[in-house]
C-alpha cells in the first residue's frame, strides 16, 4: 500500500510544460529522490505535494486522502497537509530564537507549553543542536541552521517529510559528513521522506529509490544500483556517474553479444539488454572506471584482460593531472575517451580494453 | 484564482493555496481589507460623482438626476479660468521642480561635491514640513512687503520678482516639489550598479558622456514618477494658491474650492460636483497614462541588486563652486524662509527698517496658548497623528500584506485601488468625505470629530504608506512564510506571527512617514473640521485669513518644532532612519 501516490500530475506555465504527466509511488517509511538538472520539474512536484504550488492536473493522494485532484478542483491548503518541508534556504525565522522557532509548529497545533518544551527539547537534542536552543538563526553556521530547519520539520511528526536540496548550501566536507547523519536518521525514524537533488552522489548514497526527471518527464525509476548499471537513456548514463559515448553499426549478434562496429573500422563487442538488429545505429556507453590501459603486445594483452576484453585503439589528445592520477581523453572514431590511470604515460598512443558487459547499449545515436 | 498565480510564476511571495472552503478566515479577513480600502476611496469619490447629477444639494431629499450641473459647469467662465491657472500652476512647477530636484539629486549622490550630506539632510527636511509653513515663509520673506523684497528694493531700486503672479507662484510651487524629484531620483541613483557605469568609463566614455547616456536614462523611471507627481501636486496645491493669489485676484481651482468651504451663502453644489468630477476626470488620466509609461520603462530596471556605494564623478576645480551654488540655492529656498518664520513668530513686525531685537515678543504665542481653541488644535494635530498614523500603518500594513503575500484572488485590483488616491487633490477629498456624511444617515454621527479627520487622511495617505512598506515585504524571502504555511500555519497566523513580526522596523518607518503626513495635512480638513476638530493648519489659516501673520506664523513654528522632535525622537528610539 503506497504512503504518497501521485498520478499523471501536470503543471502548465504558459505554454511550457513544466510537469508533464508525472506518476510515482512512494511506499511507507522510504526515501524516494526526484533526480535531475536544474528545470528538470524536482522542486515543482515537491512544491505541488506540499500544496505551495499549484498543479494544473493529475492527482496526489496521501494513504487514502486526496490533497489534490485536478479534475474535482480538489486542493488541500498547505497547512492542512501535515508534510514536513524543509527548504533550501532554510527558512528559519530571523525574529525567533531556535527554541522559538522548533516550537511554532507545536504551538499552532495547540499543544501546552510544557509538553511542546519536552518535544522540542527532544529533538533538539536529536539533531544535536540543544546547546544552541536560545540563539538566533543569524549566529549558527550553514550547518547548524540546517540541523534546526530539520528539527523545525520533525518536531510535529508530518506524515511527509519533504527535503528540497538540503545539502546544496554546504561546503564539500560539512555535506558529506551532513549525508551520513541524514540517512542514518532517516532509517532511525523511518519518515516516508522525498529529497530533491541535483546531486548524483547525494541521490546514489542516500535513496532506497530515485526517480530520474528531465523536461517534466519522468525518465526512469530504480534502486541506485539499477539506475547505474542499467540506465534506461545515454542521458541518465551521462548524468548520474559519468559516461562516455562511442557511436556505431551493430554487425552481427550471438547469444546475447552484439558485434559493434566503429566508424574507423574497429570493432567492439557488448552485452546487448535490448532487442537489437543487424545494420541498426546504435550507442554504446562506457563508464570510466572500466576502461583500463593496456600494456605492452597486443595478444598479452588480450591474455590478460580476459575473453569479453576489448581492445581499442586510440590517440591521447589531452591530459590532465587530478591528483591521485591522472585523466586522459583518447580520440576513438572521432569520439572521446576518459579513463583514469596513475600512471605517467609518455606515448601519444594508448589501447584500451573495455569488457563487454560494462558496456551498455542504446538503440539510437546521441550526438557527441 | 489559478490564472492569477500562474501569470506571477513560480517565484511568486503568495502560496497557491486551494480553495477548500468558499470563505475560510483567510478569506474573510482579505475581502473585509478590500472592503474597507473600496469603501474609503469610495467615500470621498462617490458623493461627488453623484452630487454632479443631482438638481439639488446632496442631503436635500428632494434631489433628483440632471446633467444641468455640467452644462452649467461648460458655462462657467469663473471655473474654467480657475482651472487654467490650476494648469498653467502644475505644468511650470513640474518642469521648475523636476529639473531642480533631479540636477540636485545627481549632483548630491553622483559627485564629489564637499558636505554632500548636509546637502542632501537640507533638501530632504522640506518633504516632512506642510507646504503651508514654507509659504508663509516665502511670504514672509520674499512677499511683495517681504524682508528680502524690502532689502533689495532698497539696496538696487527695484526688485526682480513677483510672486502675485502666475509665473512667480508656479516657480514657487516648483520648489517646493523639487524635494520630491530628489529622493525619488535619489533612491534609484543610490541602487544604480557602478559596473556599469566603470563600463561606460572602460570603453573610453567621458564622465559627462557617462551622466548623459548611462545615468540619466537610469534615473527615468523615477523621472517620470515624479513628473506625474508633481504635476497631480500643482493641480492639487492650495497653500500657494491661497497664500499669494488670493490677495492677486487669480484664482485656482483648489483655492475657488476653499471659499465654497467657508462661503455665507449655500454655495451651487451640483456646478461645484461637476467641476470636481471634471478635474478628477483630468487627473485620473494623467495616472493611467503615467502608468502606461513605467510598464514601457521597465527596460530600465536592471538596477537592483546590492547597494554599493559607486564611485562618484570627480568635479576637479569645480568642487567649490558646484557647493556653493547647492549651499545658496538650498538657503534661498529653504533656509531663509525658515529663518524668516521663525522671527517673525517672535517679532511684533518684521522690517530691514528696525533691528528685530527691539521687537522681540511672546504676544504670537500668548495669543496662541491663551486660547483654548488654538491649544486644542495642536493637541488634534499631534493625536490625529500619532493614533490616527498608528491606525493606517496597522490597515495599510496589512493591505500591502494581502496584496505581496496572499492569494488573494483580487490583490492586483487591490493594489490599484490602493495607489488610486494619487490622483485625488486632499480638498476634493474632504469635500467627498463631508458630503457623504451630510448624505448617509448613519455617517453622521462623524460630522465634526477628529475621526472623520482619521479616515480622510488615512484615505489619501494609503500610497504613501503601501509605497513604504512594499519594499519592505518584498525583500522577506517567501520561504519564510511558504516554510510556516507548509508547518500548519494558516495565512493569518503567518501574517502576524511570521510576516509582520519580521517586518518590524519597516513598520516603524512606515508609521513615521504617516504621522508626518498625518500632521502636516491641512487640506483635507477645510472642509471637515468644526468646533472641537480644529487642527493646527487650519487655525494657521485661520489667523492667515483676518492678517494675523505673527500668530500664523508661530503656529508653523511650533509645527515644525514638533516635526523636528518627532523625527529625533524616532531616529533615536524606533531607529527609524529617513531616508538619509
Known amino acids: 500500500m503506497p504512503r504518497l501516490s501521485v498520478q499523471g500530475l501536470t503543471k502548465q506555465f504558459g505554454a511550457v510544460r513544466a510537469l508533464d504527466g508525472v506518476s510515482f509511488d512512494v511506499a511507507d517509511g522510504e526515501l524516494v529522490t526526484l533526480l535531475g538538472p536544474s528545470g528538470c520539474g524536482k522542486s515543482t512536484t515537491l512544491f505541488a505535494i506540499a500544496g505551495l504550488d499549484r498543479p494544473t492536473g493529475g492527482r496526489i493522494l496521501l494513504g487514502d486522502r486526496v490533497l489534490f485532484d485536478g479534475e474535482a478542483g480538489v486542493a488541500v491548503a498547505p497547512e492542512a497537509r501535515n508534510c514536513g518541508l524543509v527548504f533550501q534556504s532554510y527558512a528559519l525565522w530571523p525574529h525567533m530564537t531556535v527554541r522559538e522557532n522548533v516550537t511554532f509548529p507545536l504551538k499552532i497545533r495547540g499543544s501546552r507549553a510544557r509538553a511542546a518544551t519536552v518535544e522540542v527539547d527532544k529533538v533538539l537534542e536529536l539533531v544535536e543542536m540543544l546547546p544552541f536552543a536560545e540563539r538566533h538563526p543569524h549566529e549558527l553556521s550553514g550547518g547548524q541552521q540546517q540541523r534546526v530547519a530539520l528539527a523545525r520539520t520533525l518536531v510535529y511528526q508530518p506524515a511527509l517529510l519533504l527535503l528540497d536540496e538540503p545539502l546544496s548550501n554546504l561546503d564539500a566536507k560539512l555535506r558529506e559528513r551532513t549525508r551520513g547523519w541524514l540517512k542514518e536518521l532517516q532509517s532511525r525514524l523511518r519518515v516516508t521522506t522525498i529529497f530533491v537533488t541535483h546531486d548524483q552522489t547525494e541521490a546514489l548514497s542516500l535513496s532506497d529509490r530515485i526517480i530520474v526527471l528531465d523536461g517534466g518527464r519522468i525518465m526512469q525509476i530504480g534502486t541506485p544500483q539499477e539506475i547505474y548499471r542499467a540506465p534506461a537513456t545515454p542521458f541518465i548514463a551521462d548524468f548520474i556517474g559519468g559516461t562516455n559515448f562511442l557511436a556505431g553499426t551493430v554487425t552481427a549478434l550471438a547469444d546475447g553479444q552484439a558485434l559493434v562496429a566503429l566508424p574507423d573500422g574497429q570493432m567492439l563487442s557488448v552485452t546487448a539488454a535490448t532487442a537489437l538488429a543487424p545494420g541498426q545505429q546504435v550507442t554504446v556507453s562506457i563508464r570510466p572506471q572500466s576502461v583500463h590501459l593496456v600494456r605492452g603486445v597486443a595478444a598479452d594483452a588480450v591474455a590478460s584482460a580476459g575473453r569479453n576484453a576489448n581492445l581499442l585503439h586510440g590517440r591521447i589528445v589531452q591530459r590532465e593531472f587530478l591528483g591521485p592520477c591522472y585523466q586522459y581523453s583518447v580520440s576513438i572514431a572521432d569520439r572521446l575517451v576518459r579513463f583514469e590511470t596513475a600512471e605517467d604515460l609518455a606515448s601519444n598512443d594508448a589501447t584500451l580494453a573495455v569488457q563487454a558487459e560494462s558496456c551498455t547499449v542504446f538503440a539510437f545515436e546521441v550526438g557527441p | ?580
Not at chain 2, 374 to 396: D, Q
Not at chain 2, 407 to 423: G, S
Open chain 2, 1 to 580: 484564482m489559478s490564472a492569477i498565480a500562474g501569470a506571477s510564476g513560480r517565484k511568486s511571495a503568495s502560496p497557491a493555496r486551494g480553495a477548500t472552503l468558499l470563505l475560510s478566515r483567510d478569506r474573510l479577513i482579505q475581502f473585509s481589507l478590500a472592503a474597507i480600502v473600496v469603501l474609503l476611496i469610495a467615500t470621498a469619490l462617490v458623493p461627488v460623482l453623484y452630487q454632479s447629477v443631482l438638481a439639488a444639494p446632496i442631503y436635500d431629499l428632494t434631489r433628483h438626476f440632471t446633467l444641468s450641473n455640467y452644462l452649467r459647469f461648460a458655462r462657467s467662465q469663473q471655473l474654467h479660468q480657475a482651472i487654467a491657472n490650476s494648469f498653467v500652476l502644475a505644468i511650470i512647477s513640474t518642469l521648475v521642480g523636476t529639473a531642480i530636484g533631479a540636477l540636485f539629486a545627481v549632483t548630491v549622490a553622483r559627485t564629489n561635491m564637499p558636505g554632500r550630506r548636509i546637502a542632501s539632510g537640507a533638501m530632504l527636511l522640506p518633504l516632512y514640513v506642510s507646504h503651508l509653513i514654507l509659504s508663509v515663509g516665502w511670504f514672509i520673506m520674499y512677499g511683495p512687503a517681504g524682508y528680502v523684497t524690502e532689502l533689495t528694493r532698497n539696496a538696487v531700486g527695484f526688485v526682480p520678482w513677483n510672486l502675485y503672479s502666475l509665473v512667480g507662484m508656479s516657480v514657487l510651487a516648483g520648489i517646493s516639489s523639487a524635494p520630491l524629484t530628489f529622493i525619488l531620483c535619489i533612491g534609484s541613483l543610490r541602487l544604480l550598479d557602478p559596473s556599469m557605469e566603470d563600463a561606460a568609463r572602460s570603453v573610453g566614455a567621458s564622465p559627462l558622456r557617462i551622466l548623459w547616456s548611462v545615468t540619466l536614462p537610469i534615473i527615468r523611471p523615477a523621472l517620470v514618477y515624479s513628473v506625474m507627481l508633481n504635476f497631480i501636486g500643482g493641480l492639487e496645491m492650495l497653500s500657494i494658491p491661497l497664500i499669494f493669489g488670493r490677495p492677486a485676484r487669480l484664482n485656482f481651482f483648489t483655492s475657488l474650492l476653499y471659499s465654497f468651504a467657508g462661503a455665507a451663502t449655500v454655495p451651487d453644489y451640483g456646478l461645484i460636483g461637476a467641476g470636481v468630477a471634471f478635474f478628477l476626470l483630468i487627473i485620473t488620466i494623467f495616472v493611467v497614462i503615467q502608468g502606461r509609461l513605467l510598464r514601457k520603462a521597465a527596460r530600465f530596471t536592471a538596477i537592483r541588486g546590492k547597494a554599493s556605494r559607486p564611485k562618484p564623478f570627480d568635479l576637479g576645480r569645480w568642487r567649490i563652486p558646484v557647493a556653493a551654488a547647492v549651499y545658496l540655492g538650498l538657503l534661498l529656498a529653504f533656509g531663509l524662509p525658515l529663518v524668516g518664520l521663525i522671527l517673525r513668530a517672535f517679532v511684533q513686525f518684521l522690517t530691514p527698517l528696525m533691528s528685530p531685537w527691539q521687537l522681540l515678543t511672546w504676544d504670537n504665542f500668548t495669543m496662541i496658548f491663551s486660547s483654548p481653541t488654538y491649544v486644542r488644535s495642536i493637541r488634534n494635530s499631534i493625536v490625529i497623528a500619532g493614533f490616527g498614523g498608528a491606525l493606517a500603518t496597522v490597515l495599510i500594513a496589512l493591505v500591502t500584506v494581502v496584496i505581496h503575500r496572499s492569494d488573494f484572488p483580487f490583490r492586483r485590483q487591490l493594489e490599484f485601488i490602493a495607489l488610486y488616491p494619487r490622483a485625488i487633490p486632499g480638498i476634493i477629498a474632504g469635500l467627498g468625505v463631508l458630503w457623504a456624511v451630510l448624505w448617509i444617515p448613519f455617517l453622521a454621527p462623524l460630522h465634526g470629530t477628529i475621526w472623520i479627520l482619521i479616515i480622510a487622511f488615512t484615505m489619501l495617505d494609503l500610497p504613501v504608506g503601501y509605497g513604504a512598506l512594499s519594499p519592505v515585504l518584498l525583500q522577506i524571502d517567501a520561504d519564510l512564510d511558504r516554510s510556516a504555511r507548509s508547518m500548519g500555519a494558516d495565512w493569518w497566523t503567518t501574517c502576524r506571527r511570521i510576516v509582520l513580526p519580521i517586518a518590524k522596523t519597516g513598520l516603524f518607518s512606515a508609521y513615521v512617514l504617516l504621522f508626518l503626513a498625518f500632521f502636516k495635512e491641512y487640506a483635507a480638513a477645510t472642509f471637515l473640521y468644526a468646533h472641537g476638530s480644529e487642527i493646527i493648519g487650519i487655525s494657521m489659516l485661520e489667523f492667515w485669513g483676518i492678517g494675523e501673520v505673527g500668530p500664523a506664523a508661530a503656529l508653523g513654528v511650533i509645527q515644525f518644532a514638533v516635526t523636528c522632535v518627532f523625527i529625533l525622537a524616532a531616529q533615536k528610539w524606533l531607529g527609524v532612519k529617513l531616508h538619509a
